[in-house]
Structure formats: structure tokens, C-alpha cells
């Protein structure tokens, strides 16, 4: 099943992804002031019978609404799952993958509060000159856990959804280089959509070692830049949110990025790889669309961003010079 957040008129609504007569999407309302979130938190079996229901009442054309983010998360871990892309971002040192990439799944926490719909305008953050894209794709934990074993973690799966994590290249790299980030070149924009696809229409998909193989493309201005399977990352979703459960808790609603997919899943792979910006930073006016197998289609148009003062550089303060016994 599919759920969906929406506008129209000023309203916004969540409900059903279904077909219409001519073969069209539409969208199913659930009752009044239920959310996708508040199906999440009452679990996937009790989410399938309020879609169910949602689904004999009338629809409303895709092609009338504003696609909102399918739900409002309350955090979003973004991991680097995927060694190719790895590869691809370490290359212009001519470093390999760092040892302790293989000995756990890493992430940072973005910020929830920057989710856009699959097909709004994406602003370019201030002060970058080097956009970029992530392709990637999200799972959306469905039931409250701590320090979950694998197994477990599969139990905690509500489903999953196309992420595009937007990053301002040029401010990244800047913040890493200080060893903490990314902050400000990643917080700007995170796209999740079309749709939030439950856990259980995806399982034709799931191989012999637990992944998903589902295939991934992204392409601007209708060229195609990247194409890869989710089954390449190096750990499955259940390993994922078992590791972000560890000493800690996991909620209904957390989304969970499996990381930038290799081939082409992001400019600056290519530009590692290739020891030039071939091809270039995104630029206004740029489309970047998004397809995963079994999920759905994402696309946004790049927009002029704000244009602030530059950040004052840090003053140079007098030493300590009397240091404790």
C-alpha cells in the first residue's frame, strides 16, 4: 500500500495511493486530521486496514494536489552505505576506503525540518557554488525499540520511500575538514516521496541476504547520470536501524537514509572519479528526477537561493597561557 501527504486549497490531507478509472493515480482521503505519521505510530497491520478503508471512498486526481513529504519525521539519520560511492568521494586523494567503513554502518543526523515534497522547487543554499544530488532510498521505522537485535529490527519496518539528500558541496567539505558535519551543506533541503510504499509490497523484491534489489536512477534535464541496484549497499535496512538502536532508541517515524548510491548517484562521485566537475555543479533552472523500482518517481527544479552576507570569519582571541596544575 502507498500513503500520501497532500495540498489543495490550502488543506492539507493524507490518504491512499490508488488507480483511477483511466488507469491515473488518485488519492484516497483518510478520515479527517489523521496523519501518515499517526498510522505509522499505530503500526503496519492496523495502516493497511484504515488504507483499506480509505480506498472505497472517492479520490482526488494526482494531478490536483501538491505532493508534500509523505510523513513528518520526527528525525532523519542519513547513513554511507554503499561502497562505490565511497570510493568515488575519497578518489581525488587517492585514498582507498577507510578501514572502519567495513566495521560499521555510519551515519550523521539532517535536519528534519527541510523536508520538501517530491516535486517541489529546491532552493540553492547561500554561498554555495557546488549543488549536488544524493540518490537514495529511506526506510521509515513503524514501531518504538532500543538496542534491537537484526532480526528484530525487521519486525520494526512500516516502509519505505524515494530520499534525495541535497548537499551544498563547497560548505560540506569545508565543515569536514574541521572534523564534525556536515551541518549547513547538508541541512538545507531533503526531498522524501513521491509516496511511502509499506514494507510488504517490497518483499518480492528482498534477495537470499536480506536486500532489496530494486533498481535506482537519477537524471538531469532528462540525461541520465547514475544507475545503480539498492542491493549494493553493505548492509541491509534491518542492520541499519539496529545499529541506530544501539544504547539508544529508535521511534515510529524515524527515517533511516541508506546512503548515496554508487554509479553516478551523486556529481561528486563522478567528479572524484574523473578528477573534474564533468558534469557541473547544479545550477537554477536544473531538473533532477529520481526513479526507484517498486517506489515511485520524485522530480525538483533547482531555484536561485538566498543571497546573504557572507559569514564573518573567526576573530583571533588571546591564549590561555596559565594552564591548571
Not at 177 to 197: H, I
Amino acid at each position: 500500500m502507498r500513503f500520501a501527504t497532500w495540498e489543495a486549497g490550502g488543506v492539507v490531507s493524507a490518504g491512499v495511493v490508488g488507480d483511477l478509472p483511466d488507469g491515473s493515480a488518485g488519492l484516497h482521503e483518510l478520515p479527517a486530521r489523521t496523519t501518515v505519521l499517526d498510522l505509522v505510530r499505530a503500526g503496519l497491520p492496523a495502516a493497511l486496514e484504515a488504507g483499506a478503508a480509505a480506498l472505497q471512498g472517492p479520490a482526488v486526481p494526482l494531478d490536483r494536489v501538491r505532493l508534500l513529504p509523505p510523513l513528518q519525521a520526527p528525525t532523519v539519520r542519513d547513513f554511507v552505505a554503499f561502497e562505490e560511492h565511497v570510493e568515488g568521494m575519497v578518489a581525488p586523494s587517492g585514498d582507498t576506503v577507510a578501514p572502519e567503513w567495513y566495521q560499521a554502518p555510519t551515519f550523521y543526523f539532517t535536519n528534519p525540518y527541510a523536508l520538501v515534497g517530491a516535486h517541489d522547487d529546491v532552493a540553492v543554499p547561500p554561498g554555495s557554488q557546488r549543488f549536488d544530488f544524493e540518490l537514495e532510498v529511506a526506510v521509515v521505522v513503524g514501531r518504538d525499540g532500543s538496542s534491537l537485535t537484526p532480526e528484530q529490527a525487521r519486525d520494526h519496518v512500516f516502509g519505505y520511500t524515494v530520499l534525495n539528500d541535497w548537499s551544498a558541496r563547497d560548505l560540506q567539505f569545508r565543515e569536514m575538514a574541521v572534523r564534525l558535519g556536515p551541518a549547513k551543506g547538508k541541512d538545507s533541503a531533503t526531498t522524501l516521496g513521491p509516496w511511502l510504499v509499506t514494507a510488504d509490497e517490497l518483499e518480492p523484491y528482498r534477495d537470499p541476504e536480506g536486500f532489496l534489489q530494486l533498481d535506482m536512477r537519477v537524471s538531469v534535464n532528462g540525461t541520465e547520470i547514475g544507475q545503480d541496484l539498492l542491493s549494493n549497499m553493505g548492509w541491509p535496512f534491518e542492520e541499519l536501524i539496529s545499529y541506530a538502536s544501539r544504547g539508544t532508541q529508535v521511534r515510529a517515524g524515524d527515517v533511516l537514509g541508506s546512503g548515496t548510491c554508487g554509479n553516478g548517484g551523486c556529481l561528486a562521485e563522478l567528479w572524484g572519479r574523473r578528477g573534474e566537475a564533468a558534469p557541473g555543479p547544479l545550477e537554477p533552472g536544473d531538473v533532477v528526477e529520481m526513479t526507484v523500482e517498486g517506489i515511485g518517481t520524485i522530480r525538483n527544479r533547482v531555484v536561485e537561493g538566498l543571497d546573504l552576507p557572507p559569514v564573518r570569519a573567526a576573530r583571533p582571541r588571546p591564549r590561555t597561557r596559565k594552564r591548571p596544575a
